[in-house]
């Protein structure tokens, strides 16, 4: 499969549950992006690697989000104390690094705190 | 920071064109205009994008005016599975980082 992978693509747990969620990009692409997703909303940009490296980071990432990319291919989104606002679709995405080339994402991470 | 406008909804008969618009007045010249489409439940789907000249692919063709302000995806005979969210993105691209600004998108809606 060449396309971008994340699991689990469902994924319900608890308030106040710790969860993480897996990213595997394209192979040769070296920017990976996170995007966060709710009900009837376009996605909304979380964070962004370039290899392993987070260049930028959204302040919809709160101190109980954390990213890595640790040896610049998979990558992993950790979200501490699940609140019940934490439930959306989570929405990653590869690119190479050229301007002006589109990225391609995944299936998404649907996450349900209960 | 989304920089386009949308209209939230349109209808297409099957078989038709599908013409959808998109408004980007604030575009700087090294900006690219993206489009995207969103069927329920699934990831977005990469479409087509362009700089200045008209693009054309299997998909789809990109329109955009000579002053780059606006621009408009055509689909040219539009099934019941294009029925999607369609996404116009300006690309922000900028040192440390070239994210994609998604809006609400437009809602396009396949008539049989």
């Known amino acids: 499969d060449t396309g971008v992978s994340q699991n689990p693509r469902h994924k319900i747990t608890k308030r106040g549950q710790n969860v993480t969620f897996r990213c595997d990009p394209i192979s040769e692409h070296n920017r990976l992006y996170w995007y966060r997703q709710t009900l009837g909303q376009g996605p909304e940009f979380l964070t962004y690697f370039q290899n392993e490296a987070q260049l930028e980071k959204s302040r919809l990432l709160s101190d109980r989000f954390s990213a890595e990319r640790p040896k610049g291919s998979f990558s992993t989104l950790e979200i501490q104390r699940t609140e019940q606002g934490d439930s959306a679709m989570y929405l990653c995405?590869?690119?190479?690094?050229?301007?002006?080339?589109?990225?391609?994402f995944g299936q998404g991470t649907r996450l349900t705190v209960v | 920071d989304a920089k386009t406008t949308q209209p939230p909804s349109m209808d297409c008969a099957e078989g038709r064109a599908a013409n959808l618009p998109c408004n980007h007045s604030?575009?700087?010249?090294?900006?690219?205009v993206y489009w995207y489409r969103q069927i329920h439940s699934q990831g977005p789907q990469y479409i087509i994008h362009?700089?200045?000249n008209n693009e054309t692919n299997e998909m789809a063709s990109l329109i955009i005016t000579e002053d780059r302000k606006s621009s408009t995806l055509i689909l040219p005979h539009a099934t019941l599975r294009d029925t999607a969210v369609y996404y116009c993105?300006?690309?922000?691209?900028?040192?440390?980082?070239?994210?994609?600004?998604f809006g609400t998108g437009t809602s396009l809606t396949v008539i049989p």
């Open positions: 995405a590869s690119s190479i690094n050229v301007g002006g080339t589109e990225a391609f």
């Open positions: 993105i300006v690309r922000v691209d900028h040192a440390g980082g070239n994210q994609f600004y």
């Open positions: 362009g700089l200045k």
């Open positions: 604030t575009i700087s010249g090294n900006e690219y």
